[in-house]
């Protein structure tokens, strides 16, 4: 069958079509023609909420053999970062697409366009993913969420729960779920090559951006072009500081971002809480610098604590994560010698031996002498942007959808709020959304959003 693009259909006729190959492939449907056999040749109309940094590179990845139909951001300006002009942003994207209609405020693109939208990249700062991704869901649209999932524990929370009730194909960008690193690392935990597991730790040499620092002083119009209300979105109003937030320093404010861990944890957490099956934390502990009123501390070391699985040793699993260039003790890692571990790493404590694996990279046993024959596990490459488009079309399923990446996404920011609270351990009730012995936690679960920026479920 020739391909066919979305525009050719009414918007009902084609969410009706992608959604009912979808459900076909969800039943395990053999079937090799007719729906099927056209979801695989149909493109996709995707819009994107952010187009510069990590933006750029989202829906150029996504859209590959796909249409873009709409883009969004509040910046117009060329994207600068240490006084040079990055590729991307609303300029290129111009010259890029240029039949996509253009917006600074995607309410209003979603508003326009959600009949002829199909799927949706969200690449904004932490505190936007979950409204716009939230309000994307309730039009019936497919996204693909930048992580954290979210900047509140709550929001990942209503997240996972919508993706089930709207029935739309969703996506966490931890885009290592699919590399063959991480897929391979499961197998070889979940085989038992090193044991079951007594302990894990992960780590980051984030953060590349300033923390432990005070709000400045005073504040000035934003440049011309970017739109600062916009970019606040559903935050605190504040006056507008060049370089301290935009477009870059963001992640280190507890308003807009979630620090180190939220940066890397969706990445460098996500193979021990997926190898394990691990649940909920049962608890977790903050020990470091005392946090500033507005910034999350210059280092963290934040331990978890976990509800055994079958594939640990103990009924309860110690897990911690370290950044600010702290690293696990060298002694648990039994390295060749003169070899370090590495900037962004985690490490398995196993019955019979160690795993290592630096992000990005392939998991190794240690000590090397006693696993020199055995052969890590040879897996074929998937593609995750691939992965979510083929799953609109009903021709693929995805592996870090919401239903698995809201929960990762709360186990990494009960982390945040621990990060407040230094030397204290905060015990978690998963059911009930709350910490049972520390009230004062609590406020840090949800976020009231600014008058006039509500979203419904959130």
């Not at 020990?287 to 594939?311: L, N």
Request: charged share 20%.
């Amino acid at each position: 069958m020739a391909r066919q693009s979305v525009a050719t259909r009414s918007a009902v006729d084609r969410r009706a079509f992608l959604a009912g190959s979808a459900a076909l492939l969800a039943a395990g449907s053999q079937a090799s023609s007719g729906l099927l056999a056209a979801a695989a040749n149909e493109q996709v109309n995707l819009a994107a909420v952010g187009v510069g940094g990590k933006g750029w590179s989202d829906i150029n990845n996504a859209s590959a053999g796909h249409n873009v139909v709409a883009f969004c951001d509040v910046e117009t300006n060329a994207i600068k970062r240490n006084g040079r002009v990055r590729r991307g942003g609303f300029a290129d994207a111009a010259k890029l697409w240029p039949q996509a209609r253009r917006y600074n405020d995607w309410r209003v693109m979603l508003d326009r366009e959600h009949k002829q939208i199909d799927g949706v990249t969200v690449s904004t700062p932490d505190h936007m993913h979950a409204p716009i991704s939230m309000s994307a869901m309730q039009l019936g649209i497919a996204t693909y969420t930048q992580k954290p999932l979210s900047r509140t524990v709550h929001e990942a929370r209503q997240l996972t729960l919508a993706a089930r009730k709207y029935d739309v194909v969703t996506q966490m960008g931890n885009q290592g779920h699919s590399g063959v690193e991480y897929r391979a690392l499961v197998e070889m935990i979940r085989g038992g090559v090193i044991g079951k597991i007594r302990e894990a730790h992960a780590w980051s040499n984030r953060p590349i951006w300033p923390q432990g620092i005070q709000r400045p002083p005073g504040g000035q119009a934003a440049a011309a072009g970017f739109h600062w209300d916009l970019w606040l979105g559903v935050a605190r109003q504040r006056p507008f500081v060049p370089a301290v937030y935009h477009p870059f320093n963001w992640r280190g404010w507890f308003d807009f971002g979630a620090g180190a861990l939220g940066d890397m944890g969706c990445h460098i957490i996500d193979p021990v809480v997926w190898s394990l099956e691990l649940e909920a934390p049962l608890s977790v502990t903050y020990t470091g610098p005392e946090p500033m009123a507005e910034t999350f501390p210059t280092q963290e070391r934040i331990a978890y604590r976990f509800r055994g699985t079958r594939w640990t040793s103990e009924p309860r699993l110690s897990v911690v994560w370290y950044d600010g260039g702290q690293l696990p003790d060298a002694k648990l890692a039994p390295l060749p010698a003169g070899e370090k571990l590495p900037k962004n790493g985690t490490l398995f404590i196993g019955e019979k031996g160690t795993l290592l694996t630096r992000h990005g990279g392939p998991p190794r046993l240690l000590p090397q002498e006693k696993f020199a024959d055995y052969e890590t596990p040879q897996l074929k490459p998937v593609d995750h942007y691939l992965q979510w488009t083929n799953a609109i079309r009903g021709a693929d399923q995805t592996t870090s959808h919401f239903d698995y990446a809201g929960p990762l996404t709360e186990t990494v920011l009960l982390g945040t709020i621990a990060a407040r609270f230094a030397n204290r351990e905060l015990i978690w009730d998963s059911q009930r959304l709350e910490f049972s012995n520390f009230a004062q936690a609590n406020r840090y679960v949800r976020q009231e959003y600014r008058k006039g920026w509500q979203v419904e479920g959130l």
